[in-house]
T-cell receptor
Framework: AQSVTQLDSHVSVSEGTPVLLRCNYS??????LFWYVQHPNKGLQLLLK??????LVKGINGFEAEFKKSETSFHLTKPSAHMSDAAEYFC???????????FGTGTRLLVSP | GAVVSQHPSRVICKSGTSVKIECRSL??????MFWYRQFPKKSLMLMAT?????????EQGVEKDKFLINHASLTLSTLTVTSAHPEDSSFYIC????????????FGPGTRLTVT
């Protein structure tokens, strides 16, 4: 069975400061991992994905994540937060074939001026 | 590209009635479509997977007679909540696979269902 644990339900940062959203996964085989963002009244948008290539994955809008097998982690980072980054973020693990996505419980990112 | 729409965005219905939600892939053919349910402050839960022209595969615990899924074409899937009850009130999200990236699921904006 696969699962992901998002360690923080809420993260608050100031604009211009770094962002760290934490995710740990559990998988019985090499996982594929994703980060999605959900803005209010908009569909989930893929930020980045890890599919067994480079362990440091760069995504859209300046986000990146590092796959660490020894720590079973896939934390999302961004050097400098923007107000527009305020949203709900989901860490997701997938089976091979990418059909069964297992979502974490989400982390709400709050960005203050 | 790879846009998925849902209609309606919000619907309110009376207890005991049925409501249909449409999911369309606007600019690609979706070989597979998925239906998720999102509870308040909870993650998304996969309800079912459907392939065009085939019966949907439901996840454990999801009542197939209550949540009817039809995937009649490569661009349209529908979810019908039959005999809706207040506990069916939720945010329903569809996704479609088959766009530019072979593995990516493209998500619709969701439908807020309220059963009174």
């Amino acid at each position: 069975a696969q699962s992901v644990t998002q360690l923080d339900s809420h993260v608050s940062v100031s604009e211009g400061t770094p962002v760290l959203l934490r995710c740990n996964y559990s998988s019985s085989y090499s996982p594929s991992l994703f980060w999605y963002v959900q803005h209010p009244n908009k569909g989930l948008q893929l930020l980045l994905k890890y599919t067994s290539a480079a362990t440091l994955v760069k995504g859209i809008n300046g986000f990146e994540a590092e796959f660490k097998k020894s720590e079973t982690s896939f934390h999302l980072t961004k050097p400098s937060a923007h107000m527009s980054d305020a949203a709900e973020y989901f860490c997701v693990v997938s089976n091979t074939g990418f059909q069964k996505l297992v979502f974490g419980t989400g982390t709400r990112l709050l960005v203050s001026p | 590209g790879a846009v998925v729409s849902q209609h309606p965005s919000r619907v309110i219905c009376k207890s005991g009635t049925s409501v249909k939600i449409e999911c369309r892939s606007l600019d690609f053919q979706a070989t597979t479509m998925f239906w998720y349910r999102q509870f308040p402050k909870k993650s998304l839960m996969l309800m079912a997977t459907s392939n065009e022209g085939s019966k949907a595969t439901y996840e454990q615990g999801v009542e197939k007679d209550k949540f009817l899924i039809n995937h009649a074409s490569l661009t349209l899937s529908t979810l019908t909540v039959t005999s809706a009850h207040p506990e069916d009130s939720s945010f329903y999200i569809c996704s479609a696979q088959g766009g530019g990236s072979p593995y990516e699921q493209y998500f619709g904006p969701g439908t807020r269902l309220t059963v009174t």
